[in-house]
């Protein structure tokens, strides 16, 4: 008996433009205006996080120091807070995919939590290295909304490498 969580499906080769244009788009997200809003997620932070589990060999540290320069561009940050950051978690997300990949998804992303804790910990010690404030202890709330993004994150950042269950012959794929 083989277990539930198991597709039958194989997954075809993740395409390097919808990675990138994946990540864009989380970048896209991270640039509107939210405000302060505690809980909202770090939509770079998730998405880098998945791919570099998924496809530790495409996405890597250089693809996250340049996300998060661009995130501290963005954002007007201290400028390499959020690529330190990203970087660290691209490290250490590509390390343990192998690991990671074993487990269905509601584990994956309790593996995933202590990663965008981490990165969050290094932005918040970077600015206070600065000069800033203690923002409180709502600003890690986006970690856990992160992490609970990641299962429906990783079925709609799977859906175009799934191959179809019967072979069509009038379907190229």
Do not use: K
């Not at 859906?159 to 269950?165: G, H, K, M």
């Amino acid at each position: 008996m083989q277990p539930t969580h198991r597709s039958n499906r194989i997954l075809l080769p993740a395409q390097s433009w919808y990675v990138y244009l994946s990540l864009l788009v989380a970048l896209g997200l991270s640039y509107i205006p939210t405000g302060r809003l505690p809980g909202l997620p770090d939509w770079v932070a998730v998405v880098l996080a998945f791919w570099c589990v998924r496809e530790p060999l495409r996405v890597g540290m250089g693809t996250a120091f340049v996300f998060g320069v661009l995130v501290d561009i963005g954002h007007g940050a201290a400028m390499g807070q959020f690529a330190l950051a990203y970087v660290v978690l691209a490290y250490l997300a590509s390390s343990v995919s192998r690991r990671v990949l074993w487990f269905p998804s509601p584990q994956q992303a309790l593996h995933v939590l202590p990663l965008l804790l981490l990165s969050q910990i290094i932005m918040v010690v970077v600015r206070m290295v600065g000069g800033a404030e203690f923002p409180g202890w709502w600003y890690f709330l986006s970690s856990f909304s992160g992490t609970l993004l990641w299962m429906p994150l990783s079925v709609v950042l799977l859906l175009p490498q799934y191959r179809p269950v019967e072979r069509d012959d009038n379907r190229p794929i």
